[in-house]
């Protein structure tokens, strides 16, 4: 039985100044502890087929699949308010798109795959117990209703990663309508490539937005979209008592999904200056913070798009994008930390 990914593949066609071509690093002894069997499904993949010897070995990308363009991300970010002009997928290698059968394009990510041009020393692999937190808490966001990356698979890869000591290694196969941050809008923008982040914006409204596309001012409408989804996104967040935890311009998508899994729980009790990273020592991502950082980073995103010209707000759009044919899913305190409902950041 064959493990086929019908990839169809688009971000990889944007110049190289926008990710770097690079394999996965080949495991050991891959073995399967979660398949999410229902995502699969949905994602047009044959459930049993990833099951087997050979579709653990592409999970964990020790296998390459045909079709598959296996690429790391180029981005920048501010991190805890400092801004760092090169960041990028350190340890997680792109493998390719393919549309789902509603019609969506996403993104299938190998994440704990290996050391990447972005890794800055790192070694690029992903311990069990952070691959099981992002499991588990991205896949009880979706059912929540909250847009979220999600979770296809875990993988344990037989290898041992060294962190404050020896644990077991493991790779997560994440799925997302995309990886765009605003941080990869701010990694163009910080050198002055205005071309580039002109790129970058038809490609996110062709792939997320598209309703953008025939306005008079389309990156205006794409910068509403974003605040519109993201406002709602956090909001939610409130409602469910969740802290995101590293509210970083790296780890916010425009697509309006929930994404990177770090340091964060869910409150059991109410507390609005909670907190559950253990390096935010002064509360800038608390739970009550979180629609202001969100705020804040949505300001960094619209210094992005607008360099000085009210003519580069209505750019025609052309140019190489995502296809148009998919859609995308809509969807200061003194910090504490008490226990939380789900994994915390000490594991």
């Not at 981005?75 to 969506?104: C, M, N, S, T, W």
């Not at 979770?151 to 020896?166: C, F, K, N, Q, Y």
């Not at 998508?253 to 909670?274: H, L, Q, R, W």
């Not at 899913?329 to 910090?335: C, E, F, K, N, S």
Request: aromatic letters at 8%; a positive charge.
């Amino acid at each position: 039985m064959t493990a086929h990914i019908p990839f169809d593949n688009s971000y990889a066609r944007l110049p190289s100044s926008f990710h770097a071509r690079v394999f996965p690093t080949p495991v050991s002894a891959p073995r399967l502890i979660a398949l999410n069997r229902e995502l699969a499904a949905k994602l047009g993949l044959d459930p049993d087929a990833l099951t087997t010897p050979e579709g653990v070995e592409v999970l964990s990308g020790k296998r390459i699949p045909d079709g598959a363009e296996p690429i790391a991300m180029a981005y920048a970010g501010h991190q805890f308010g400092k801004f760092v002009p090169r960041l990028g997928d350190g340890r997680a290698i792109l493998l390719g798109e393919v549309v789902d059968l509603g019609g969506v394009r996403r993104d299938i990510q190998l994440k704990g795959s290996g050391p990447t041009p972005f890794s800055r020393r790192g070694d690029g692999r992903a311990a069990l117990g952070p691959v099981l937190r992002e499991y588990i808490v991205s896949e009880a966001m979706a059912k929540l209703g909250i847009p979220t990356t999600r979770a296809l698979a875990a993988v344990v890869t037989g290898e041992s990663v060294v962190r404050e000591t020896e644990r077991p290694g493991a790779i997560l196969a994440r799925v997302a309508s995309s990886h765009i941050r605003i941080g990869t809008f701010q990694f163009f923008a910080a050198s002055g490539n205005v071309d580039d982040v002109r790129r970058l914006v038809h490609y996110a409204i062709a792939r997320h937005y598209p309703e953008a596309a025939s306005v008079a001012q389309p990156y205006r409408a794409f910068l509403d979209g974003v605040i519109e989804r993201q406002a709602s996104l956090v909001a939610r967040w409130l409602l469910v008592g969740f802290i995101h935890g590293v509210m970083n311009t790296d780890n916010m998508s425009v697509s309006g999904e929930t994404i990177d899994y770090g340091p964060c729980a869910f409150m059991d009790a109410y507390d609005p200056a909670t907190v559950f990273s253990s390096i935010d020592h002064y509360g800038r991502y608390a739970y009550s913070n979180q629609p202001s950082i969100a705020h804040w980073n949505l300001a960094r995103l619209a210094e992005c798009l607008r360099p000085g010209s009210s003519r580069y707000w209505a750019a025609p759009i052309s140019g190489p994008t995502a296809s148009t044919s998919t859609r995308s899913r809509r969807a200061p305190i003194r910090p504490r930390n008490p226990g939380g409902t789900l994994m915390r950041s000490t594991i």
